[in-house]
């Protein structure tokens, strides 16, 4: 891609959002009831590609279990309210009640409760009695100290999700996280992001992950490009990240890294763009936080809001639009694409003419800007 001059000193590419790009049908359409949504991650398959992302405002241990129910992977913030508080129900309620410039404030209040170690155990006990698929999520600064009693517990697949992941992390503070050593020690699938690059992706799938997350995730109660002025193009960041699964796959002889696009899919339009950018799957927040069963009940927010130095997040208000089902599956009563986000990738894989999600990431894309 040509380099655009932005200054003397300074010259960038041109990054596309999913706003900015609209996908062209083919001459051929295929009856919806004859396409498949289906994904498969290692040796976990599930119904649909639509990931529940690690945020208190969408999964909860029970909301785990619905989610699986509905055919889907979720994943639990294994650092948040559930691993902090045996009973966090009050602090949902007092959640719900916050506004403004304090919010901020009551959340570093709230999330500097220690991790339990205990809870963390128990609540990965706790979904897998459910029968489901247990995902469970670190940040990478906890990884190492936790991760040993997570796999104990018997999770299924294990996320070291954060802003930004590399494989060569560089700290004089302590002895930092070995990815590639770390991954290998481990005897379940890992995914790990977030990251936005070609090189970036590269790095991390040589290390032995199973799934890439591509973006920093949390995207309506994101504030990290006020903060950090730090932004992801996402249609350019995932199609970068397909590119880099393909080269990885002639690299290592036919290892398949799955692409996971994380943050920046606020509709169902978001999420059929971002596969046909390349992505296996996605990450979704805000729109599983609209249920009126998910845990925030309508309320949205990401730890990034609660951090102890400088908060990047904010508590947003997105409101429920129907149950975790009619989301995911449908009915849907609405026309802005906030409902039945299964339905909608299926009818636009149908219009297109393509059978399966993997054929999906060949479509046309154009720019729309």
Not at 47 to 65: C, F, G, N, R, Y
Not at 210 to 235: E, K, N, Q, S
Not at 341 to 351: E, F, K, N, T
């Amino acid at each position: 891609m040509s380099m655009i001059e932005i200054g003397e000193g300074k010259r960038g590419r041109r990054g596309y959002s999913f706003d900015e790009v609209a996908i062209a049908p083919s001459r051929r359409t295929r009856d919806p009831r004859d396409v498949s949504v289906a994904w498969q991650i290692d040796a976990y398959p599930f119904e649909h590609p639509i990931v529940a992302a690690p945020m208190d405002s969408v999964v909860s241990p029970q909301t785990a279990k619905q989610y699986s129910e509905a055919g889907g992977l979720a994943v639990l913030n294994l650092e948040g309210l559930w691993t902090r508080h045996a009973d966090p129900a009050a602090l949902y309620d007092e959640i719900a009640t916050l506004e403004g410039a304090s919010a901020n404030a009551r959340l570093q209040e709230i999330y500097a409760s220690p991790i339990d170690p205990d809870l963390v155990q128990q609540r990965v006990k706790e979904m897998r009695a459910t029968g489901a698929t247990v995902a469970g999520a670190l940040s990478p600064q906890n990884t190492q100290a936790l991760h040993q009693v997570v796999v104990n517990a018997g999770v299924d697949i294990f996320v070291i999700r954060g802003t930004t992941v590399s494989a060569e992390h560089v700290s004089t503070q302590g002895e930092p996280l070995n990815l590639k050593e770390f991954i290998l020690e481990l005897d379940v699938p890992v995914i790990v992001g977030g990251c936005a690059t070609y090189r970036a992706a590269l790095h991390l799938m040589r290390s032995g992950a199973a799934g890439v997350l591509v973006g920093f995730g949390g995207g309506a109660a994101h504030t990290t490009h006020d903060v950090l002025g730090i932004r992801v193009p996402m249609a350019s960041a995932v199609a970068d990240v397909a590119a880099a699964r393909r080269d990885y796959l002639d690299e290592s002889g036919g290892r398949y890294v799955h692409v996971i696009a994380d943050g920046a899919m606020g509709s169902s339009g978001a999420i059929v763009k971002a596969i046909a950018c390349g992505a296996d799957a996605v990450m979704v927040g805000s729109p599983l936080a609209r249920a009126v069963d998910a845990p925030g009940a309508g309320r949205h927010w990401g730890m990034e809001a609660a951090h102890p130095e400088l908060p990047r997040g904010e508590v947003v208000e997105l409101g429920a639009v129907g149950t975790l089902n009619e989301v995911l599956l449908g009915p849907s009563r609405v026309s802005d694409g906030t409902m039945n986000l299964v339905g909608a990738l299926r009818r636009a894989m149908a219009i297109c003419g393509y059978s399966d999600v993997k054929e999906f990431q060949r479509v046309e894309v154009v720019l729309d800007a």
